[in-house]
């Protein structure tokens, strides 16, 4: 720890000394915000959709769970988040998140200028990113016009870990020729909730 | 002698590519200009000069408050559990991973792509301390697997099309010859899916740094940086001093441009934030979490009067994806880990002029470069005061500067330029040799220079300095037989 102490005070140090003859100049401040037009809902499905996802919509909460019982049939188990409410969970056998076909989890919030989804570290991290098929729960009432205003809304009280998802995992590193599901989930559901 | 050499590695190499492999050159060139049409369309989408130019200012405000920032930035990290490491060189960096491997008793270490562990060449030293190395983005997979240096920022295996590709993976893993992209990545991901539910750690680098929350940002696409954050018990995230952002609502704006900059899209696929090992209460999570925060150069780089600003680089390839330059070889004819128009003015930076000034000349100074920059580097500006140090300093050939001290002499004399323009119509032999120094290469690929007939100053005197020339000067310039590449309208 000694060399790393020294080590700090010397490359602070350096910057100084390297910094001695520059005026310092200030922030900024804030990139004037954009006003996507629309309901933002509306706008979050169009562009996730573009961005390779599924999205669906409910006016009840009923309507939802009879969707997510048809929806299910397709998995052979499930990776649920800690903070998925049980009437949200499908009725499949859990499994551990590598070996679980479908990951459940449910988003803080949602972007609709980017089409992105914010998840917590809380409910767990695996099960975001090891299935092949990821199904995100997010409440309309959640899902923010902008990037700026969805990270300000949890900037109070951050996780471990936050993670912004705007789609299907994608590589384009073969013969620039684009594949999904390379390492995270090849399928991203997203459901919005009344 | 060997300066003479060291001149001329970047004109070698590329020599060598373009002539023994030009299917190098075709892939390179689709890539790149597929992804620069892009982010001309998502900068076409904002207001992009606004955002550039608060980018760049946010930059120069981290520049010029970087000591407060980082202290800063360290002790938000270390209140939220994370274990802070200080390293002065590429040594001291690997030392610290060094220290993990032994004491965490490391076998398997998966790594995301990171320019910063290319340039601390962390693997050699994890290998040698018997942990086996996993790259685990598709591309720096690829090269991982080739044992070649990646070739791009963001798209390590840019250089390699989709039949070198599979003719690597079917010696390396036995995939048929004729497999398609989807079953490559197929196979890719159950390699590397096994390594990373094995990992004892995970090494990451970081897009930008927090200073006001103690957040690592990282950018991808694929996932797997999610992964090596999230599956092994340690993540070390390699960080240099300069990627800091001062607050958290910093984030929005530079993880939406440098998106935007990179791979044309308004966000990329995954961020992770990342504040800490896992927290109380979370099922998972790596249990430590380092950041090592890398000098090697950097400070030195801030203190030179010009290329200071470099340090603004969010190292997203728009540069490299407009430049007509890097499109012709990809990125191994620079010879270090940044190439491009960023690395000709990073590399002399941080290697020093010796190594890597040659680099300054790898370019047509066209300026498209700086055109497609999120933070708006004068990436010309900076190639030219890199060439200016390279002449000062002698360092160029003793042929060119006999030739450029020539060339100064006769143009700022009127009569020794009249007399050299009269030796070259006689003479016009002499502007299309090609074993003429530094006109030779460009006469070995286009049409000889061929000097015209009679002086500029000729013709002018007899057709264009009338009353009517102002309206039609450019049809007489046309009839006067001169040709393009003809040197004398420059005559002052």
Redesign the interface.
Known sequence: MSRDEGARDRILERIRAASREREPLPHPGTLPERMAAGDPAERFSEIFEQNGGETVRFETLESAWGWLEGFAEDFASMAPGEDVPERLLASLPVAAPHEAELGISMARGGAAETGTLLLDSREGRRGQILPPAHLVWVRRRDIHATLDRLLESVKGELPSALALHSGPSLSADIGQVTVRGVHGPARVIVAILP | MAEQREGKAYRARAREIIDRHPEIRA?VT??VM?LDRKRVDRYAE??SE??R??AR??K??V?????EL??EA?ANLEA?GVQV????TAA?ARRVLDGIVRRRGVKVAVKSKSMLSEELEVNRDLEAAGVQVFE????EW?VQLQEEPPSHLI????H????A?RRLFHARLGTPLDAG??E???Q??AT??QA??EADLGISGCNFLVAE?G?VALIE????I??C???PPVHVALTG?EKLL????D???F??LTSRAATG???????????????P?????PEEMHVV?V?NGR??V??DPRA?ETLRCVRCAACLNACPVYRQTGGHAWGHVYSGPIGSILDPALLGLERAGDLAYASSLCGACTEACPVRIPIPDLLLDWRARMAGGRRTTATERTLIGAYSRIMTRPRLYRLAGALMRRLPGLLSSRRLPMIGSWVERRAALRPSPRTFRRIWKEELSGEDAAGDAGDHHRGSGGQPGEEEERER
């Open positions: 892939s689709g890539g597929d904002i207001d606004t955002w130019d608060w200012d946010v120069d405000h520049i010029t408050h970087l000591d980082l202290e360290a939220r490491h200080w390293a002065e001291d685990t983005d598709l591309g690829i798209v390590p295996a840019i390699r099309d989709l039949d590709i992209p989807d490559l990545a197929s890719a991901r590397l899916r990373f539910l929350t957040t696409n694929e996932g797997n999610r992964l954050t999230s599956a001093i001062p607050r958290w609502q984030l929005s704006g993880l939406q899209q308004s966000l990329g696929t995954f961020v992770s934030l990342l504040n800490g090992p896992k927290g209460g979370e099922p998972d999570g925060l000098d400070s030195r801030l203190a200071w």
